[in-house]
């Protein structure tokens, strides 16, 4: 589902930094109120042509996963541009930007649409400075635009994503099934520590956390796990591996349906990934 897959863009921020610019964190210098911009960018049938078609070129297997990303870009984008006073409408559109740069193979494409997720999440927080939701969206829509570079600019911008998603945990640490503690967990864990934020208690702490908000999610213990396999903690990976197996079947009824198929054909995947890992270190 949509809300889920903000841990996903910020899944590799150090990895950005340290040899593929996976990275995301630029600061913005502008105003807040960006309308004038995003218009530019979003209110051109030009553009949007080249959104949904041109510059993006997915793999055949997900096509129908592709086309969903693209119609709900283009409705988000609608309903922003009919009231660009709706704060919600805003960081909508900035959901749906980062979405489509999931999605996108050009780096153009992804700049661009990144640069008008940002602009909208801005526009969000300039409405309504409360909004969990907005401040997590923009952290990953700076991470997204960060993605398209390919210099040191990156580790400038680890501070502002890191800001976002400690203020949207503030606000509301439950958003999206504990996403600030998991996408902070994420930040944590792939930046150096060396040139960086990167620190293995805060990672494993913002893990726990969202763990123990909801525990029933199956991202959230799917990162813990790795994260524990990584260090060689295989002991807490293999209790945590069995808390997991224990929810599966519910979260699978829980979580059904088109919305939520790209996420379990990645959550399949890295389960069985640690499952194998864990049953190669077993003593």
């Given at each position: 589902?949509?809300?889920?897959?903000?841990?996903?863009?910020?899944?590799a921020p150090a990895k950005a930094?340290?040899?593929?610019?996976?990275?995301?964190?630029?600061?913005?210098?502008?105003?807040?109120?960006?309308?004038?911009?995003?218009?530019?960018?979003?209110?051109?049938?030009?553009?949007?042509?080249?959104?949904?078609?041109?510059?993006l070129n997915p793999p055949a297997?997900?096509?129908?996963?592709?086309?969903?990303?693209?119609?709900?870009?283009?409705?988000?984008?609608?309903?922003?541009?009919?009231?660009?006073?709706?704060?919600?409408?805003?960081?909508?559109?900035?959901?749906?930007?980062?979405?489509?740069?999931?999605?996108?193979?050009?780096?153009?494409?992804?700049?661009?649409?990144?640069?008008?997720?940002?602009?909208?999440?801005?526009?969000?927080?300039?409405?309504?400075?409360?909004?969990?939701?907005?401040?997590?969206?923009?952290?990953?829509?700076?991470?997204?635009?960060?993605?398209?570079?390919?210099?040191?600019?990156?580790?400038?911008?680890?501070?502002?994503?890191?800001?976002?998603?400690?203020?949207?945990?503030?606000?509301?640490?439950?958003?999206?099934?504990?996403?600030?503690?998991?996408?902070?967990?994420?930040?944590?864990?792939?930046?150096?520590?060396?040139?960086?934020?990167?620190?293995?208690?805060?990672?494993?702490?913002?893990?726990?956390?969202?763990?123990?908000?909801?525990?029933?999610?199956?991202?959230?213990?799917?990162?813990?796990?790795?994260?524990?396999?990584?260090?060689?903690?295989?002991?807490?990976?293999?209790?945590?591996?069995?808390?997991?197996?224990?929810?599966?079947?519910?979260?699978?009824?829980?979580?059904?349906?088109?919305?939520?198929?790209?996420?379990?054909?990645d959550w399949e995947k890295r389960?069985?990934?640690?499952?194998?890992?864990?049953?190669?270190?077993?003593?």
């Open positions: 589902m949509f809300a889920t897959s903000i841990s996903r863009g910020i899944a930094i340290s040899h593929r610019q996976r990275g995301r964190f630029v600061p913005y210098s502008g105003p807040a109120r960006t309308i004038g911009l995003l218009l530019v960018w979003a209110g051109t049938s030009a553009f949007a042509a080249d959104t949904t078609q041109s510059l297997a997900s096509s129908n996963f592709a086309a969903r990303v693209n119609r709900i870009f283009l409705e988000a984008r609608t309903r922003y541009l009919a009231d660009t006073n709706n704060a919600t409408n805003a960081w909508q559109f900035g959901r749906a930007c980062f979405e489509l740069g999931e999605i996108a193979t050009n780096t153009a494409a992804k700049a661009g649409i990144a640069e008008q997720g940002i602009a909208a999440c801005r526009e969000s927080i300039a409405l309504d400075p409360g909004s969990a939701a907005a401040h997590c969206y923009l952290g990953m829509t700076i991470g997204r635009l960060a993605d398209t570079k390919r210099n040191l600019g990156a580790l400038k911008m680890v501070k502002e994503v890191e800001r976002e998603f400690n203020t949207a945990r503030e606000l509301d640490e439950h958003f999206s099934f504990a996403a600030p503690d998991r996408n902070l967990g994420l930040l944590y864990f792939e930046a150096p520590a060396f040139i960086s934020i990167g620190s293995r208690s805060k990672a494993r702490q913002h893990f726990q956390r969202a763990v123990e908000l909801a525990p029933n999610y199956p991202e959230n213990r799917l990162f813990l796990i790795e994260a524990l396999l990584k260090w060689g903690d295989y002991e807490a990976a293999r209790s945590e591996f069995k808390a997991l197996e224990k929810i599966w079947r519910g979260a699978k009824e829980k979580y059904p349906g088109d919305d939520w198929a790209n996420d379990w054909a389960f069985a990934a640690a499952k194998k890992k864990i049953g190669d270190n077993a003593h």
